[in-house]
């Protein structure tokens, strides 16, 4: 799986016009899902994101997990983290899992977030949808599993 991770104020997602998820202080994850990956892929994911030590302590270090800190977790499906430019300027999904795979991949990964974390909420996958977000830093991890 490939994501980036931000550290948010606060972020949301609509979809024509309807909020279909929102958080205040936390992550905000955009996913892609790969053809190799598995529900395995995404646990690990999963609990590489609820311990990533990217929240200020009392010193201001960043030594506090979004566990730690109570925050949300906004997940967002986002096939085009595969785009791959090598062949020139147009970009190929071809690195992305399939849709039905990777829809089930993204629904195991809420699904096993909801059970793990208080705070989840989503976009909606395969939908064009409008990310809203105030980065917290800014912080930015890219992650790839």
Excluded: W
């Amino acid at each position: 799986m490939i994501a980036v991770a931000q550290r948010v104020r606060e972020a949301r997602v609509e979809v024509a016009g309807r909020v279909t998820g929102a958080i205040g202080q936390g992550l905000m994850v955009l996913v892609c899902a790969e053809p190799q990956d598995t529900p395995d892929t995404g646990a690990r994911l999963l609990d590489k994101l609820l311990k990533l030590r990217i929240f200020a302590d009392e010193a201001g270090r960043m030594n506090r997990s979004l566990q730690d800190v109570g925050g949300g977790l906004l997940l967002v499906s986002q096939f085009t983290l595969a785009a791959d430019l090598r062949g020139g300027n147009r970009p190929s999904f071809s690195g992305a899992a399939p849709a039905a795979q990777g829809r089930a991949l993204y629904d195991g990964l809420v699904t096993l977030a909801r059970e793990r974390h208080p705070v989840v909420a989503t976009g909606e996958f395969g939908a064009d949808m409008q990310v809203h977000l105030v980065n917290d830093g800014p912080v930015t991890i890219p992650i790839r599993l």
